[in-house]
Structure formats: structure tokens, C-alpha cells
């Protein structure tokens, strides 16, 4: 949930780089267009508003308007984010050169916005305990060393471990995102038993509640894999996007994704003795995969008129949806207990330092890029 769609080249030039070959086959290039890009953008900005007004709603600053966006959305606009991941890493594969290039374009990436990100809400926490505000766990806050390696390694999740990343709640993802990074690294770049070893190390360390959703994630690689080779007509491509939205819109609005949660539930209980978290609702999470999968092929089809104005917007949110989505949180819950009657302003303000923040570190990623390329030059390939 970390780049932007629009950054990709949508194009496989075979570079002879260290791959193995099982997700690298041969592609014709085919560079996607300037009207997918500008939709994807929008997606991607849609999923990131969405877990915002989410969160608004949860802690009641919208006054009830926002009753729509109930725990469900939220969770599933997270799916989304997860089928865009798949499909813009492995978009950029053309352009990485090797293992420790891919480490170091994802890490740089990563670290750039999670490093702030934690220790600003570390900071609001601490502000919240002199202020007696409800905040994260005590015990994270008594020993923040131990709690923030923990986090930084994106451990929170892993088998029944269920750690907050202190009060940010949606640095769950991240739990989950990173740890299918290095699952697909291990995939594309090593080769032969090693690869085979190391895959099998990676998933063993992830966990269940990880395996549960990795299929979504890979589904976002499939779709890119399934764009280059099968373009959907105009008028058909047109109409399974909007398929898909009506579809994601009934789904959401009747209550079905409960009922088949609940039926993914009773069956994993069965094998998974420890709570699932963020992982419960993967059966209906599918469901929305699926249908993220289909608007996306259809968007990568077709051009779609969409108005400037519209598309300027999705740019601007989508370039600074990794730190909408990390950081708001936080600063939302502390600004709705210092301004409980001003709820609307409260999410205002949440937006807008979210925003501010994501304009101070997203650009860091370049310099903390060349950083990490300079202190692993020596172990690079030539």
C-alpha cells in the first residue's frame, strides 16, 4: 500500500537480472496509459479516504453522517491497498536490477514514512499519558526499545502475536506487506534449493493470520501478469468495472460480508488455536480481492474520460496516501479527546497534519535510498 500505481512502468523488458524465472516469464511491453494510471491514482486515493472517514466515524466525529462507513469498509479498502501493492511491485520488477536493488527500493520506501510514523505516535502517546488520555498499552510505553524493534522488524502479527504498533492501528498492514515482500524477493530472485529453503523459512516465520491474506496480495501480481496478456474490449472492459463497483458497493451494504466472515471463522478455529485479528474476515475478504482484481483489469483495458480536476485531486491524494493512511490515526484519537465537541474539526486538522507530515517524509525515500545503496555497495552486484 506503499506506491503509487502511477509510478510503475507497466512493461516487462526481460532485463537479464538474478531470477529465477517463477515469476518472471516472458512478456510483450505493453506501458500502461496515462487514463489507468490517472484511475489507479484515483483508487488508490478512494481506499486511503475511505479508512480515513472510517476512523472519523469509529470515534464519533462526524456526528453520525458517516454511519456508511462502518468497520467493514475500512477493512476492506486495506484489501484493496493489498491487491495495488502486488500489482505495482510486480510492475517494477523490469526496473530492479537484483535482490539487494529490490531490498533496498523497498526498504527505503518503507522506512522513510514507518521510522517517523512511530516515533510520532510514540510522542501523542506519551503527550496522552500526561493528559490521561486512552492511548496504547501501558506496557509498550514503559519499554519503548523493546516495542519499537519489535515494530520496525513488522513482527506484530506473526503467529499469535497480536501487537499494536502502539496506538497506530493501521500499521497492521505493514505486519502483513512487508513480510509478502520478502516472500516475493526470495520467489523472483533466488533460485534452485536455496530459493526453495528460504520460501519455506520466510512462510513458516509469517504465520497463519499472514497466509491468510497473502493470496490477496499475489492476486494484485496476477492481475498485472493477466493485463499484458489479455486486454478486455472497450464496452466489456467498461462494464466489469462497473460490475465490480456495484457489486463492492451491495456487498458492502448488505451485510453479507459479516455473515460469510463468520463462516470463514467457524471453519479456521478448527486449525488456528489463537485469534485471527486482522485476518478474521478473509473469507469475505476474497470476495473483495476478487472484485478488485476485475476493476482493476478493466481500468488497464480501457481509457476512462475522467475530468481534470478529478484527476489532479487523486494525484495529489494518492502521491501522499502511505502517510494519510499511517499516521492519521493517531493524531485523530488525540484530537478528539482535546476537542470533543469539535469533532468535524478534529478530522480536519487529522487530514491536514497527515498530509503535512507525508510532504516533510515521503521525499525522504531518494536520500534514504542512496544511503542504503552507499552502505551496501560493496555486497552489490556490478
Request: hydrophobic share 55%.
Amino acid at each position: 500500500m506503499n506506491e503509487r500505481p502511477s509510478q510503475a512502468v507497466v512493461a516487462d523488458s526481460a532485463t537479464p537480472v538474478q531470477r529465477g524465472g517463477l515469476l518472471n516469464p516472458k512478456l510483450q511491453p505493453r506501458a500502461i496509459s496515462r487514463s489507468t494510471s490517472v484511475s489507479l491514482d484515483i483508487l488508490r486515493a478512494a481506499a486511503a479516504l475511505t479508512v480515513f472517514l472510517h476512523h472519523a466515524n469509529w470515534l464519533h466525529l462526524d456526528g453520525g453522517g458517516l454511519f456508511m462507513f462502518d468497520r467493514e469498509v475500512g477493512h476492506s479498502a486495506v484489501v484493496i491497498f493489498f491487491v495495488l501493492s502486488g500489482f505495482v511491485i510486480a510492475a517494477t520488477m523490469d526496473r530492479t536490477r537484483s535482490g539487494a536493488d529490490y531490498a533496498i527500493k523497498r526498504a527505503s520506501r518503507i522506512y522513510s514514512v514507518a521510522v517517523p510514523a512511530l516515533l510520532l505516535t510514540f510522542a501523542i502517546d506519551l503527550v496522552s499519558a500526561q493528559f490521561g488520555f486512552a492511548g496504547s498499552a501501558n506496557y509498550e510505553l514503559r519499554r519503548p526499545w523493546l516495542y519499537m524493534g519489535l515494530h520496525l522488524l513488522f513482527a506484530g502479527d506473526l503467529w499469535s502475536l497480536g501487537i499494536s504498533a502502539f496506538s497506530d492501528h493501521p500499521y497492521w498492514s505493514l505486519n502483513y506487506e512487508v513480510w509478502y515482500y520478502v516472500a516475493f524477493g526470495v520467489a523472483v530472485f533466488m533460485r534452485g534449493a536455496p530459493r526453495s529453503v528460504a520460501l519455506s523459512l520466510v512462510l513458516v516465520v509469517m504465520g497463519p493470520k499472514l497466509w491468510l491474506l497473502f493470496p490477496i496480495w499475489l492476486a494484485g501480481v496476477g492481475v498485472y501478469r493477466l493485463q499484458t496478456r489479455m486486454v478486455l474490449p472497450r464496452v466489456a472492459a467498461r462494464l466489469v468495472a462497473a460490475a465490480a463497483i456495484a457489486l463492492f458497493i451491495a456487498f458492502m451494504s448488505s451485510g453479507s460480508t459479516e455473515q460469510v466472515s463468520a463462516a470463514g471463522m467457524t471453519a479456521a478455529i478448527a486449525f488456528i488455536p489463537f485469534s485471527l485479528r486482522f485476518s478474521q474476515w478473509f473469507l469475505a475478504d476474497y470476495g473483495v480481492g476478487v472484485l478488485t482484481v476485475a476493476l482493476i483489469w478493466a481500468l488497464c483495458s480501457t481509457d476512462f474520460a475522467i475530468p481534470r480536476p478529478v484527476a489532479r485531486i487523486g494525484a495529489f491524494l494518492a502521491g501522499f496516501s502511505f502517510s494519510l493512511y499511517l499516521v492519521h490515526y493517531p493524531i485523530m484519537h488525540l484530537l478528539s479527546q482535546l476537542l470533543p465537541d469539535y469533532g468535524p474539526l478534529a478530522a480536519l486538522l487529522s487530514f491536514a497534519l497527515a498530509i503535512g507530515f507525508g510532504a516533510v517524509f515521503e521525499p525522504q525515500r531518494d536520500r534514504l535510498r542512496r544511503l542504503l545503496i552507499a552502505a551496501t555497495r560493496r555486497w552489490q552486484p556490478s
